[in-house]
């Protein structure tokens, strides 16, 4: 009889630590996804780390495409979750009226809205960081003929002043990119006057400008791009306040939210501890020390006592 109790004890045991296995087993995996550029693998591994902190299984898919690919593969539920940028509702939703975009808080309330009725896909928190694109223009050619405005640019370009501007190739197509420059500033570039890359990594665009490869003197660059002055730059003001406020935020699909409700909890902290300064900072590190994403990732973190 002893023998026999004892045997029911430990199946029941068995039984308790099986199921509470079963319940770490359960939390995820979660695909993790970014854009091909310095911030998006920066975010991207951040929202890696936190999430393994916390015990989810992570499928680290960072540096995953540019906007119109990463888009189309949450949609289809490719990913899970990637940081996206409130100032590119007005491309996935272009109906609408593009002075909403140019408002941090009205801009993130009508994306939310309209991408959950649309797609089933929440965005949490953002970063109070304005990420928007601009153009940088080399230092010594600001000096020379006066440039420190794009309506300076407009009259550089159509006095014919020598222009080759890198870019990539979603800037220099993208409506509300370049296009919305040229026409808000009467100026238009050439096919000749653009070195195209592939990705939207603003490292490699910035870098031309910096170290004059191909004659790159103009850049296309991003409102956190920290290197740009460090590399000679400068970046061209936007008098007519031409592009959206581009503010990142966690984009995730809402069936993985319903599951995963604690994962909002998680990123709120992170996205809260950035700002201009702060992912200037940081890129800088990625960009010009050389530096790899996960590790500056991981000491910001750190030192903002979200992880160990």
Same mark, same amino acid.
């Not at 500056?296 to 030192?303: D, M, P, W, Y």
């Given at each position: 009889?002893?023998?026999?109790?004892?045997?029911?004890?430990?199946?029941?045991?068995?039984?308790?630590?099986?199921?509470?296995?079963?319940?770490?087993?359960?939390?995820?995996?979660?695909?993790?996804?970014?854009?091909?550029?310095?911030?998006?693998?920066?975010?991207?591994?951040?929202?890696?780390? /936190?999430?393994?902190?916390?015990?989810?299984? $992570?499928?680290?898919?960072?540096?995953?495409?540019?906007?119109?690919?990463?888009?189309?593969?949450?949609?289809?539920?490719?990913?899970?979750?990637?940081?996206?940028?409130?100032? *590119?509702?007005?491309?996935?939703?272009?109906?609408?009226?593009?002075?909403?975009?140019?408002?941090?808080?009205?801009?993130?309330?009508? $994306?939310?809205?309209?991408?959950?009725?649309?797609?089933?896909?929440?965005?949490?928190?953002?970063?109070?960081?304005? *990420?928007?694109?601009?153009?940088?223009?080399?230092?010594?050619?600001?000096?020379?003929?006066?440039?420190?405005?794009?309506?300076?640019?407009?009259?550089?370009?159509?006095?014919?002043?020598?222009?080759?501007?890198?870019?990539?190739?979603?800037?220099?197509?993208?409506?509300?990119?370049?296009?919305?420059?040229?026409?808000?500033?009467?100026?238009?570039?050439?096919?000749?006057?653009?070195? /195209?890359?592939?990705?939207?990594?603003?490292?490699?665009? /910035?870098?031309?400008?910096?170290?004059?490869?191909?004659?790159?003197?103009?850049?296309?660059?991003?409102?956190?791009?920290?290197?740009?002055?460090?590399?000679?730059?400068?970046?061209?003001?936007?008098?007519?306040?031409?592009?959206?406020?581009?503010?990142?935020?966690?984009?995730?699909?809402?069936?993985?939210?319903?599951?995963?409700?604690?994962?909002?909890?998680?990123?709120?902290? $992170?996205?809260?501890?950035?700002?201009?300064?702060?992912?200037?900072?940081? *890129?800088?590190?990625?960009?010009?020390?050389?530096?790899?994403?996960?590790?500056?990732?991981?000491?910001?973190?750190?030192?903002?006592?979200?992880?160990?």
């Amino acid at each position: 009889m002893k023998i026999k109790f004892f045997s029911l004890l430990l199946l029941a045991l068995a039984l308790i630590f099986a199921g509470c296995g079963g319940e770490e087993e359960a939390r995820g995996p979660v695909s993790v996804a970014s854009k091909i550029d310095t911030e998006g693998a920066l975010l991207g591994q951040m929202m890696v780390l /936190i999430l393994e902190e916390d015990g989810f299984e $992570v499928n680290d898919r960072t540096e995953f495409g540019p906007t119109s690919v990463i888009r189309q593969a949450i949609i289809n539920d490719e990913i899970d979750i990637y940081p996206e940028y409130t100032g *590119n509702g007005g491309f996935f939703f272009s109906d609408t009226d593009p002075q909403i975009w140019k408002d941090a808080d009205l801009g993130y309330e009508k $994306v939310k809205e309209l991408d959950r009725e649309a797609h089933g896909l929440i965005w949490l928190t953002p970063a109070r960081a304005n *990420n928007t694109w601009a153009i940088a223009v080399r230092g010594d050619l600001a000096e020379e003929y006066d440039l420190s405005t794009l309506e300076d640019m407009a009259r550089y370009v159509n006095e014919g002043g020598f222009v080759h501007l890198a870019a990539s190739e979603e800037f220099a197509t993208r409506e509300d990119a370049l296009p919305a420059f040229e026409e808000a500033y009467g100026f238009e570039l050439e096919q000749d006057q653009l070195l /195209i890359f592939a990705g939207g990594n603003t490292a490699q665009t /910035i870098q031309a400008a910096g170290e004059g490869t191909d004659d790159v003197n103009f850049a296309m660059a991003y409102g956190t791009d920290g290197p740009v002055s460090a590399l000679g730059l400068r970046i061209l003001e936007d008098t007519q306040a031409v592009q959206p406020v581009y503010e990142p935020a966690p984009l995730i699909r809402e069936e993985v939210l319903e599951k995963y409700p604690e994962i909002e909890e998680l990123l709120e902290p $992170v996205f809260a501890s950035l700002d201009l300064e702060i992912l200037q900072g940081l *890129n800088a590190a990625i960009a010009l020390e050389g530096r790899d994403a996960e590790t500056v990732a991981r000491e910001h973190l750190q030192e903002a006592g979200l992880i160990d």
